[in-house]
Nanobody, 122 residues
Framework: QVQLVESGGGSVQAGGSLRLSCVAS????????MGWFRQAPGKEREGVAT???????SYANSVKGRFTISHDNAKNTLYLQMNSLKPEDTAMYYC????????????????WGQGTQVTVSS
């Protein structure tokens, strides 16, 4: 079993920055993909950024150049640095982990965190 706990969400003004963290515990050694997903009210969950065990990142077009995903193996922690935030980035952000290469698709991930809310005001 793997547990994922997100933190770092909050309320910021447009143009601001936030860094989300996701601490993974349990048997994480066989995880291949980890990623960040978001869901705004009334919308489907969507992939934001993912990273494979070899460090290869993938980003949604809407966040390229603004968000950076990274993973600290020693701390078993996944990060999402979000810069130049826009009101349309407002959503609940979830961390997810999977055993195979999954990229930005929302299905197939084996474990999900509870989410952390990000609110961006104009």
């Amino acid at each position: 079993q793997v547990q994922l706990v997100e933190s770092g969400g909050g309320s910021v003004q447009a143009g601001g920055s936030l860094r989300l963290s996701c601490v993974a515990s349990g048997y994480t050694y066989s995880m291949y993909s980890m990623g960040w997903f978001r869901q705004a009210p009334g919308k489907e969950r969507e992939g934001v950024a993912t990273i494979d065990s070899d460090g290869s990142p993938s980003y949604a077009n809407s966040v390229k150049g603004r968000f950076t995903i990274s993973h600290d193996n020693a701390k078993n922690t996944l990060y999402l640095q979000m810069n130049s935030l826009k009101p349309e980035d407002t959503a609940m952000y979830y961390c997810a982990a999977g055993y195979v290469r999954l990229l930005l698709q929302t299905w197939g991930y084996n474990y999900w965190g509870q989410g952390t809310q990000v609110t961006v005001s104009s």
